[in-house]
């Protein structure tokens, strides 16, 4: 594995020699690495001499910077697997950043970070490869032969991975991909595989935890909500099946993946097709409903003027300049407070983004009171009282000084 291929460094303490670090990295480079997914089939292959030479010409230019010179030695670790990473990417080696960060045992922050130095560092460019593409690598990592497990339990590793590749362009076609690590995306769609291939009791039964115990992978936390994620649309697409008639679930979806996958472009479809007309049917009763409330606004607006008009012999409106300023208020607070609408949700498939945006937080303005503010005029009609007002609390003083004489 990658994991000892930078033992070389801790030959000597401080700055060691340049022929001791390099002479030690040909000798890691060759361990073996079962991610080829050009010489899968051969167990036992190493790195070629072409990736091995170019990873090698990398750490040397990368180490003789002053970036790298005088650093850790776990940081010259992390160089050595990112120098491995990029020879491995420019020879259309599919392999993860998340994978060389495990075979490391370190931190994919951290790898990620000396990563990005070396690109900078060297000017180099490492070509992005599809989640695809690494998908038939990835597989090779569950132990679900029959050599592992029992054989209600046991999958090929080839079928499995053409059934998992369908599934990873399913997700690309419905903005799941989009945006998200690789791998728990690969885990998920290697379970949903796994399960579909031949979905017994003893498959269907076995959670994500389990099945990861089993295969002996360690788990990805995203991935439960990958699958979640993956089985709502294999739902939307269930349901347009012609010859399914019970309803489609998120329990029983997985027996049904085969057909989904094989007529996937039809359903997608169709699926599309019947979410617009649901769209059209609501649009067209939203409107009845306007319209029909427009009809009846007027007879309400007559009758509440008569009443209007009653009480105001009773009570006396405040001046109109102050019913305008807060009616013009009132607007401007509640455009400030509904959120815009997310048209991710008025579309059957939408990017994570869009479904799940995130609030912004919006920074009020400062006010700096000094004292010397104009008052307006219709805030210096609020503090004088109508004539109803004063009537009203002269009765209210004569009342209590009666009420003060006859306890005296």
Known sequence: TLEHMACFLSKSSGRCQESEYYNGSICQLQQDYRGDKKTLPQSDKRVSSEIEDLALTHFRQ????????????????????????????????????????????????????????????????????????VIEAHVQEYKISTQHVPEELAEDSKVLSKRAVALVELAGDSWIVTGRKPLPIMMATTYLAWQSLNPNKHRLRL???????????????????????????????????????????????????GDILEHRHTLLTRALRTHERAMEADCTQTFALNSLTEEVAPSQISESRDQTANASSVVQPCPNTRGENQEGDGDENHQSEDPEPNWGKRVLFAPPCVLHAKMRRVERPVQNVTGDEEISDSEIDSYIRSPQEVRDFAQMQKMASCSDSGKS
């Open 62 to 133: 990368a180490y003789e910077h002053e970036s790298f010179i005088n650093v850790t030695l776990q940081r010259k670790e992390l160089l050595a697997g990112c120098c491995v990473f990029v020879s491995c990417r420019q020879r259309d080696w599919p392999i993860t950043l998340g994978t060389i960060s495990c075979l490391l045992n370190a931190d994919q922050t951290l790898v990620g970070g000396v990563y990005q130095n070396m690109m900078k560092i060297l000017n180099i460019q490492a070509p992005f490869i599809n989640v695809t593409d």
């Open 207 to 257: 959670s994500l935890d389990k099945f990861c115990q089993l295969a002996k992978v360690q788990k990805r936390k995203p991935a439960t909500t990958r699958i979640t994620e993956l089985k709502e649309v294999l739902c939307k697409l269930g349901r347009e099946l012609p010859w399914v008639r019970e309803p489609v679930t998120q329990n029983n979806v997985v027996r049904l993946v």
